[in-house]
């Protein structure tokens, strides 16, 4: 019975080391979402009306080197954007991106390392880039290289609105734009508090016989 109360209370407690050693794993969601409305062009690709949801994501850990001479920081690379609503359905539907950077300062989402706008290339009509420049956030705008990135780096954020070129020679407007980042523990870390939790229940009953 001693071994048994032993071995359950190592459990606990490597349970419990664990979870604190993950306590900080976390990952930052980017959601650049607008509505575009055709300023000039063709609309070959079937934009005017659509929405265009651009998503990203980040550990809470990384740190920003120096791209260019400005902080960046290298997003994950599972970038995606979401069309919805476009006149020609085959546009719509959920597109991989290239590799991307963040630039707090700058500010907005760019290639790495080329520092270009992102650029999707679409079903019917050709490509559209994301010029998704946003203004710099209070604490974005103080962000130099070695710093850990900050959930208030990225959102919530002003677009500057930047007209999005076709290669149609169509150009879109943003309206209604979003920028917004929220925070949220890793699946693991969720599964260890779990875990702690019957740990610490289990190191009591322990105690308690």
Do not use: H
Request: aromatic share 8%.
């Amino acid at each position: 019975m001693k071994s048994i109360k032993f071995l359950g209370v190592l459990s606990a407690l490597g349970v419990v080391a664990a979870m604190a050693g993950r306590a900080d794993a976390a990952t930052i969601f980017y959601d650049y979402a607008t509505t575009l409305s055709l300023a000039s062009g063709p609309d070959a690709l079937g934009l005017n009306g659509a929405t265009v949801d651009v998503q990203v994501d980040v550990d809470s850990s990384a740190v920003y080197i120096t791209r260019y001479g400005l902080p960046a920081v290298i997003m994950n690379n599972d970038a995606t954007v979401t069309i919805s609503g476009a006149s020609v359905g085959a546009n719509d539907g959920t597109f991989a991106l290239s590799q991307l950077a963040f630039y707090p300062s700058f500010a907005g989402l760019f290639t790495d390392p080329a520092a270009n706008w992102a650029m999707v290339t679409l079903p019917v009509g050709g490509t559209l880039t994301l010029e998704l420049n946003t203004n710099a956030t209070g604490t974005g705008g103080a962000e130099i290289a070695g710093n850990t990135v900050q959930l208030s780096d990225f959102g919530p954020a002003t677009s500057q609105n930047l007209q999005l070129p076709g290669s149609d020679g169509s150009v879109y407007n943003q309206n209604n734009t979003s920028v917004t980042a929220t925070l949220a523990p890793e699946p693991a870390t969720l599964g260890l508090v779990f875990a702690s939790f019957c740990g610490l229940g289990l190191l009591r009953r322990l105690k308690i016989r």
